[in-house]
Each structure stands twice: as structure tokens, then as C-alpha cells.
């Protein structure tokens, strides 16, 4: 597999699977099982359960790390959410919804099947493959001991993969001078991702701080008078995806082109089933999921 192929690839894989990892920031389960151990309803469980992996640290940690939200919004949840459960106990609970909350969205024969396990396996090997230097949230989530359940092993592959791309994504945007703030608001215009009003509304910033991201990327040239983006902005976009994905093709090329080619058959699968039962809300986003 050639470079330009592993990027094809590598992005093809990532739309394939996730919806398997990103269906926890969504699903009920989630909450229920954070909440039960202290945490506030609501972001401090997204915050808590995503930067778990990387200790009780600072909200400056978590801002840097998570990059688009308002580091105020953080600040309001941690480190408070490490003095309600540690750490540890956080993670556990994840990964036990995590599993309620597939075995809910799959069916009890889809989890138990051979093909669920085949894809948990491809993914391991995928993501043994990334390496961790320069990725903070990667390397966090890949000290965390692997489950035994098949189930759990595809849910912490796919994060595994999930989490070395973003990290390599934000590196590519710091790289072409996009902020946190202005690369969200860049992002929607797109119309591939939130819809303005949930990626603002999420992400913790105010209108006033919305408005004056705007402007300025109507000032680099990035955003047309109406807040689309311009042929410049359409031209960053398009090379900010494909050093992303240059940047997340080392675990597919060592994986190889049929096996690469089999992950995306069979996460595309499982991840339109989970879907179709409901893993995320309606309005969300602004394309189909």
C-alpha cells in the first residue's frame, strides 16, 4: 500500500468505524453509569470519562488536549469531577457502558457473533500499530490494560484509532494556525459535522466569542460575508483532511490493504446498525449519520 492509498484508506476506516466509538458521548448508558459514582449530570461526564486515562490533571490538561472547547466551560469540571470519583472508577464505569450500551444499539447475536470478533481483533492489531509520541490522548488510552470481552476489545481499538487521529489532527491544524475555536467554527461550515447551534452550545462558547471567530476567519480569507466557506477555505480544508489522514496512515499500511479492506465492510456494518437503533440523537448533526 502506497502512501496515497494508506490516506484513502485511512479515511475510509475512520468514517467506517466511529460511530462504534463515538456513540458513547450519546448514549444513556453513559450518563447513568458516571453519575452513579458522583460525577454531575451532563459535560462533567464527557470531560471526566474522556481524559480519565490521563490521571486527575488540570483543566488546562484537558482544554489543551480536547482543543475545541472553551477552556471556561472545562474549568467549571475539572479537576472538581476527580475529587467526586477517581480516575480509576471513572474508566471502569466507561468501559461497562460502553458494553450495556452495544450489546443494546448490536443485539446479544450480532456481539456474540464471529464477525464482531474478527472486526475486534483487525482493530487490535490496527491499533497496536500507532505509535504513541506526540499523542497524548492515544498514548493514555493505549496504557489502559486491553478488556477480555470481544465486545470491549473493538470498542478500545476503535478509541484507540480515534484517539491517535485526533491527536494528529489537532497537531495539522496548530500547524495551519487554526485555533480551537476557529478550527470548530471552520469545521461546521463545512456542513459535515454539528450543526452550529449543538457545536457551539457543547463546546461552550458564547455567542459574542462565536461571532468574533467568524470574523476572523472572514479576515484570513477562510469564510465568505454569509459565514460559508470560500474557495481559500474549501483549498485549507481539503489539505487540513489529508494531512490528517497522511498522519493517521501508519497503523493501515502496516495492517495491509485486504485486511484494511475487511475493517471497513465489516465496521460499516455494525456501525449502520447502531445507527439504526439509535445511538445518536436526532439534530445533531448536520448530515445524515
Known amino acids: ?12 476506516c475512520h468514517r467506517a468505524l466511529e460511530s462504534l466509538h463515538s456513540m458513547i458521548y450519546f448514549v444513556p448508558e453513559t450518563e447513568r453509569s458516571l453519575t452513579a459514582l458522583g460525577l454531575d449530570r451532563g459535560r462533567m461526564c464527557y470531560f471526566a470519562g474522556r481524559a480519565a486515562p490521563l490521571g486527575a490533571v488540570s483543566s488546562g490538561v484537558v482544554a489543551a ?62 491499533a497496536l500499530a500507532c505509535i504513541p509520541e506526540g499523542r497524548p490522548l492515544y498514548a493514555a488510552h493505549a496504557a489502559l490494560d486491553w478488556p477480555a470481552e470481544p465486545v470491549l476489545v473493538l470498542w478500545h481499538a476503535v478509541t484507540l484509532l480515534r484517539e ?94 485486504a485486511k484494511a479492506a475487511r475493517v471497513r465492510e465489516l465496521g460499516k456494518e455494525f456501525s449502520r446498525a447502531a445507527v439504526a437503533a439509535g445511538a445518536f440523537p436526532a439534530g445533531v448533526f448536520a448530515g445524515a449519520k
Do not use: C
Open 164 to 257: 491517535f487521529r485526533g491527536d494528529g489532527h489537532i497537531a495539522v491544524l496548530v500547524n495551519h494556525g487554526f485555533d480551537g475555536l476557529p478550527a470548530l467554527v471552520a469545521h461546521t461550515a463545512t456542513g459535515q459535522g454539528f450543526v452550529e447551534e449543538m457545536a457551539r452550545r457543547t463546546r461552550g462558547w458564547t455567542g459574542e466569542q462565536w461571532a468574533a471567530a467568524v470574523e476572523g476567519l472572514r479576515e484570513r480569507g477562510t469564510l465568505d460575508a454569509s459565514g460559508a466557506l470560500t474557495e481559500q477555505g474549501k483549498r485549507e480544508r481539503e489539505r487540513i483532511e489529508d494531512e490528517t489522514n497522511a498522519a493517521a496512515a501508519g497503523p493501515w499500511q502496516r495492517l495491509g490493504a
Open 65 to 126: 488536549t480536547f482543543y475545541n472547547f472553551s477552556p471556561e466551560l472545562i474549568a467549571r469540571h475539572v479537576p472538581r469531577a476527580w475529587t467526586l470519583a477517581a480516575p480509576e472508577r471513572i474508566l471502569d464505569a466507561r468501559f461497562e457502558a460502553a458494553e450495556a450500551a452495544l450489546r443494546r444499539l448490536l443485539g446479544d447475536e450480532a456481539v456474540a457473533s464471529d464477525s464482531l470478533a474478527e472486526l475486534a481483533e483487525l482493530t487490535r492489531e490496527a
Open 1 to 12: 500500500m502506497d502512501n496515497e492509498e494508506a490516506r484513502t484508506v485511512a479515511a475510509r
